[in-house]
């Protein structure tokens, strides 16, 4: 980092006076700014620990929460700091992880070399502990400078703690709370091609391609493409995108784009009341999560079908505590002692549930503890899905109709909401969200199937945008071929991968139509973003879509 | 810019545990309190401490203000859980948060005026008053502030300093109890003192990552610096908090060790008796904290207004009652809602008392803090900015008079927040923005 910002700051500080006055905030801002720098997601942090050190490091502990932007985390970590309450989080955990990887059964494997004495300072092999594993946590070569410090630094804490190893996790607990692994900084250098301009230097790009594409940081393959300039050449970086959407760690990033798109975070502080919903234990939450990215996955990498059929598919899987849940027939024909296996599953052609909306990630997680809603999920499919704005609730609203589940005339919750939205403050918000959530009150709270409410029968008739539909069934049909779905999802896989919206230029236009002609096909979407010149453009290169 | 003896201080302690561990004998604890318990033997003040209580939805509409100023006022209903400290309680109506043309973003907006002094459109929200007085009354402590959320939503906090988000909150007693007295913990009253060779490693080596701060500024627009300055202040503050564990602290009479609080199902919970049961555990923890000197400022929220709690066997909770209960046209309130609020106000009593149950020399722990209650919107049914009930408990070892209702119809209630940090020492004449901003507190309570 040192290195390329000091080839920056060279060409930056004529333009901005002495070197003293850029160290606060209140400083002048220099004429080219970089990206803002995305703190990384815990799905980011996690993967990155995997990738790095292996499946068998636990990564224990709370991260500091997310905060969500134009409808994701990822674009919310442009403006989110680390908060001292937040640091102390992310130590604990790094020191979690530090001390797991110099522990006696995993160092010969992890330390890529062997001290002379396990109780005394090795600078030579800490010498290649920083610099190997440093390139890998830093997304970057650590310059000549950092790594005479840290080697220093672990050699004073092997003397104190007469322990090697216990000198290399210091070092490497100190890494994981360093601005440049917590954030993923955006360097610029002068783009040699374009005098007077700049971009992206290569391990930026290198580090934004891995953790769109992969959710991850780079591996050695994409740095060193990032070290000779490969990434700066057109046919380099199709080269490095076409290994890396063909490499099975895409569906790292296709699983932590949904989830971030889905909104499941809030999985985190979601609770079903046991008394009413005993099938919704918290096994079967976190199950639910992972049914909906298996079904994701499933049919957009490995079948490689039309993301509009996401919303249509009868096809899915199950555990046998999800099929308690949604109350379905599971047979299961090699049980081997794994109850909680996960089985394909396909619902018959007749049946109203398909498609991931009529999953408990979807129906669940936009409900109340203790009875669904219907607003929730019309507000959360408008804003999600189609990328729609609800405006909130004004504050003094007279609710009272919709809650009396004892009147005898309002049993249903249909009959509720149709009872309160006459009036006139409520119904323009409610025409936005009501109708689409009412086609889905034949799941409950928690998700399961049910066709009477208070003994009433659910009506499920519902009607977007003019066209008529009933229940479920009928509205993954509607959201299916609603144009508002597709555009939705490419311009939150641009944000995604870049924290900001996507210009609206004949580029990006291009990039809407290829999808189409794809038959939408997500990770050809995916391929055609990486590789676009706006993937990499810097904030002043950049226009916000409206 | 490191600091000179900070530096030197470190040289010195590595001199130490170069020769290995040492242990440091402490005088023996007969008399840790000078004659007239207001100050340790040592005649250093007992220090003063602030907590901050915040729970939803407020009290009602205005049927809860008194119709008296001054002493003599009628505790009204809603408050009847505080009458065994009516004395100690400053009780303030009728304040009110002013948009100033700004949209109210129900259960943000009204906090972020009370609390941080200014309202915006956005979603910025730094500043907030714990932070300023802790600026004051909290250095040299492990750590700068505590914030617990009964609620189980680490994101119901409203703690943020200035150019920070907001704080994160603990949701676990028992992750808590770790944090503060687990392996780290270093008893004020133990007899003897060995500092940590770990914790000076981690010190040593943190206070490395502080010297990259001037090559990531410098590309940033001004936002962005802003935001590493933040992440910059959280190291050094962190290294600050290893600096002190290698201190020897001051002994403290009143600290006492608590026991482990017991294991939780999940930290997601619904159910208003679950929360409350944390609450308590969290009481009792922070009170703690605070008696063994790892803090001088708590935060505790019960829950954000729109994660809201249930009764057992209910399908609607708090938040869908409030909007949806009818005001019952005899008594004047929510029925269903207000079984909350007393609920909260209970547990706004075992606060209290938790606090006054420590006792520091011929005082209790209440006499030398304040607790500062607040809340998200007033009515709880229109979710309004007027008519706010506030509240500040305790005298802050004699910084405020106490046992009075001040009524302050239609006024800033940022004049409480002004008022609470003149009292507690913060060199400020005036505080808030646009309608908000005040410039002199409330005379009649501060002593």
């Known amino acids: 980092m040192l290195k390329r910002v000091l080839v920056l700051a060279a060409s930056v500080l004529p333009l901005m006076g002495s070197p003293a006055s850029l160290s606060s905030a209140t400083d002048p801002v220099p004429a080219v700014v970089a990206p803002s720098p995305l703190r990384i997601s815990p799905a980011f942090y996690k993967q990155s620990i995997i990738d790095i050190f292996g499946p068998s490091i636990d990564v224990e502990g709370r991260f500091e929460p997310e905060e969500r932007e134009e409808g994701l985390m990822a674009v919310g970590a442009r403006k989110v700091s680390v908060t001292d309450a937040g640091l102390e989080l992310y130590d604990d955990i790094a020191r979690g992880i530090a001390a797991q990887v110099v522990d006696e059964k995993r160092r010969t494997a992890l330390i890529p070399c062997k001290p002379q004495s396990a109780t005394a300072a090795d600078d030579a092999c800490a010498r290649t502990f920083v610099t190997q594993t440093g390139r890998l946590v830093f997304r970057r070569p650590l310059t000549e400078q950092e790594i005479a410090t840290k080697v220093k630094l672990a050699g004073e804490a092997a003397t104190t703690l007469k322990d090697f190893y216990a000198g290399l996790g210091a070092i490497l607990g100190d890494m994981l709370i360093a601005p440049d692994f917590l954030f993923r900084h955006r360097a610029i250098e002068p783009d040699p091609a374009k005098p007077g301009e700049y971009r992206l230097d290569g391990y930026s790009k290198a580090a934004q391609l891995a953790a769109f594409l992969w959710n991850s940081a780079p591996d050695d393959m994409l740095l060193t493409a990032a070290a000779t300039g490969e990434l700066h050449t057109a046919d380099g970086l199709r080269r490095q995108v076409d290994r890396m959407a063909s490499s099975p760690a895409l569906e790292s990033g296709v699983r932590s784009f949904f989830a971030d798109m889905l909104g499941f975070a809030d999985f985190e502080t979601l609770a079903k009341d046991p008394m009413f919903f005993p099938a919704y234990t918290i096994k079967a939450k976190g199950q639910t999560q992972e049914q909906t990215l298996r079904t994701i996955v499933d049919h957009l990498i490995i079948r490689q079908g039309d993301y509009r059929d996401l919303f249509t598919t009868p096809r899915t899987f199950l555990t046998r505590s999800l099929a308690a849940l949604y109350n379905v027939p599971l047979v299961e024909l090699a049980d081997n002692g794994q109850p909680d296996r996960w089985i394909p599953f396909t619902y018959p052609e007749d049946d109203p549930r398909a498609g991931i909306l009529s999953q408990a990630s979807f129906v669940a997680l936009h409900s109340p503890s203790g009875r669904s809603s219907p607003t929730l999920r019309g507000k959360a499919l408008r804003e999600n899905i189609l990328c729609q704005r609800v405006p909130p609730p004004p504050g003094d609203v007279q609710f009272n109709i919709v809650q009396d589940t004892s009147n005898p005339l309002y049993k249903t919750a249909r009959q509720r909401l149709t009872a309160h939205s006459t009036s006139p403050a409520c119904a323009g918000c409610h025409k936005i969200t009501d109708p689409i959530g009412l086609s889905l009150e034949n799941f409950d709270s928690s998700g399961a199937w049910r066709i009477n409410e208070n003994g009433a029968e659910i009506d499920t008739n519902a009607e977007l945008n003019g066209v008529k539909f009933n229940g479920a069934a009928g509205l993954a049909k509607v959201i299916r071929n609603d144009a508002a779905l597709t555009g939705c999802v490419t311009r939150r896989v641009y944000a995604f991968g870049v924290g900001a919206q996507p210009p609206r230029n004949d580029e990006w236009k291009a990039i809407e139509k290829k999808f189409a002609d794809s038959k939408y096909n997500f990770p050809g979407l995916m391929r055609q973003v990486a590789l676009s010149s706006m993937f990499f453009a810097l904030p002043s290169t950049q226009e916000t879509a409206k | ?447």
């Open chain 2, 1 to 447: 810019m490191k600091n000179v003896s900070m530096l030197a201080r470190r040289r010195v302690l590595r001199g130490i545990l170069g020769g290995g561990a040492v242990s440091f004998g402490l005088p023996l604890l007969d008399c840790l309190l000078n004659s007239n318990g207001t100050a340790l033997a040592n005649n250093a003040p007992i220090p003063l401490r602030l907590a901050t209580w915040m729970w939803p939805f407020g009290l009602g509409d205005s049927d809860y203000r008194p119709k008296t100023a001054g002493k003599d006022y009628e505790l009204p209903v809603q408050l009847a859980s505080l009458k065994p400290f009516k004395e100690r309680v400053n009780l303030f109506s009728g304040g009110e948060v002013f948009l100033d043309g700004m949209s109210n973003n129900t259960h943000f907006t009204g906090v972020q005026g009370l609390f941080t002094g200014k309202i915006s459109n956005g979603a910025e929200y730094s500043g907030s008053l714990d932070t300023l007085i802790g600026d004051v009354i909290g250095k040299g402590t492990r750590f700068r502030s505590i914030e617990v959320s009964a609620g189980g939503d680490p994101r119901a906090t409203w703690s943020a300093r200035t150019g920070s988000g907001k704080s994160p909150a603990e949701v676990s007693p028992l992750k808590l109890y770790t944090r503060i007295f687990g392996p780290e913990f270093v008893d004020p009253n133990a007899a003897s003192f060995t500092p940590d060779p770990e914790v000076m490693v981690r010190k040593s080596v943190l206070s490395a990552v502080t010297e990259d701060r001037q090559d990531l500024m410098k590309s940033l627009g001004a936002a962005d610096r802003a935001r590493m300055d933040t992440y910059f202040t959280s190291l050094r503050m962190l290294e600050q908090k290893l600096a002190i564990q290698l201190e020897k602290p001051a002994p403290l009479e009143a600290c006492k060790k608590p026991d482990t609080p017991p294991q939780e199902k999940s930290t997601a919970i619904s159910l208003l008796s679950e929360g409350m049961e944390r609450h308590d555990l969290f009481a009792k923890l922070l009170a703690h904290a605070l008696a063994c000197g790892q803090t001088r400022v708590v935060n505790s929220a019960i829950t954000t207004g729109t994660d809201g709690l249930r009764m057992e066997g209910e399908t609607s909770n708090h938040h869908t009652y409030t909007h949806e209960e009818p005001v019952d046209p005899k008594l004047g309130y929510q029925v269903e809602s207000a079984r909350f609020q007393d609920r909260y106000m209970r547990a706004l009593h075992d606060f209290i008392a938790t606090m006054d149950s420590i006792q520091e020399g011929d005082r209790s722990m209440l006499d030398r803090m304040v607790i500062y209650a607040f809340t998200d919107h007033s009515a709880p049914r229109l979710h309004s900015l007027r008519n706010y009930p506030q509240l500040i408990i305790g005298s802050g070892g004699g910084r405020f008079k106490t046992g009075q209702h001040i009524p302050r119809q239609g006024d800033a209630a940022t004049r409480v927040g002004l008022t609470l940090q003149v009292g507690m020492g913060v060199p400020v004449s005036a505080w808030g923005s646009g309608s908000n901003r005040v410039t002199s507190p409330i005379s009649e309570v501060l002593a």
